[in-house]
């Protein structure tokens, strides 16, 4: 089902997919002459917080999480890229280190292209320098989207726009298109509340109809009811 009119999918999404989209043809193959494939399992390190960077990721297959840790080792989820995302290119263009971490929440399948290809073809291509423009400002409006929730939403509210931006990410998956293969740590990073809140607002979602579980898959059964708790619906639907 569409979340078109039920919920803002677009202000949860960085829209990193759009970038490499429809590039004029010989800056794709510039893009693609020395790039790599390689198979990633759930739980590898693309990369990792402070490294330097070498090029950046495509991801054809899979979900991975970016996220940072604190001092105590907990992680905090920051975004969610799904198939073909890119993820990698912030710390080549603002020649730095790595910001944060990266890691395939399920077996991947990532291309990589080295640093020096993605910069020849951008300081060349004035039409990926604009899509990497415009997808950075629309990354910058989904943080703050991101920052404003976790001030002044509820945990409840957190963890049903959590669970409808994740359905979006696995629905391109050769899958079930309503069914998120996620653990319950991720997913409480995610939501950035307690693991042990998560499972009782599950619990009460699953009692409302609105999902169920088997093992740490969650299969999304009303996706409008968890639009309503969300309090994004634009439309007054009732609770059951």
Request: hydrophobic share 40%; with cysteine.
């Amino acid at each position: 089902m569409s979340l078109a009119g039920i919920f803002p999918i677009d202000q949860w999404n960085f829209k990193s997919q759009s970038i490499l989209k429809s590039i004029p043809s010989e800056d794709h193959d510039r893009l693609c002459v020395n790039m790599t494939v390689e198979s990633y399992n759930k739980g590898d390190v693309i990369f990792k917080e402070g490294a330097v960077p070498s090029g950046i990721y495509y991801i054809q297959k899979g979900i991975v999480k970016k996220y940072k840790v604190d001092r105590d080792g907990r992680e905090q989820i920051i975004y969610v890229a799904g198939s073909t995302e890119l993820i990698g290119y912030h710390a080549i263009l603002a020649e730095d280190r790595y910001p944060d971490s990266a890691t395939a929440i399920e077996d991947c399948i990532i291309a990589f292209i080295p640093k020096e290809d993605f910069l020849e073809v951008l300081h060349n291509s004035v039409i990926l320098s604009q899509r990497l423009l415009k997808n950075m400002s629309h990354e910058y409006a989904v943080l703050t989207n991101n920052i404003a929730v976790f001030t002044q939403r509820t945990a409840r509210e957190r963890v049903a726009i959590t669970l409808i931006v994740l359905r979006e990410k696995y629905k391109n998956e050769e899958a079930n298109e309503d069914t998120i293969n996620i653990s319950r740590s991720d997913l409480s990073n995610m939501a950035g509340i307690a693991k042990e809140n998560l499972v009782r607002i599950l619990k009460e979602f699953k009692t409302l109809g609105i999902l169920y579980t088997e093992g740490r898959k969650i299969t999304i059964t009303d996706i409008r009811m968890l639009a309503e708790i969300s309090s994004y619906s634009n439309k007054s639907l009732k609770l059951r």
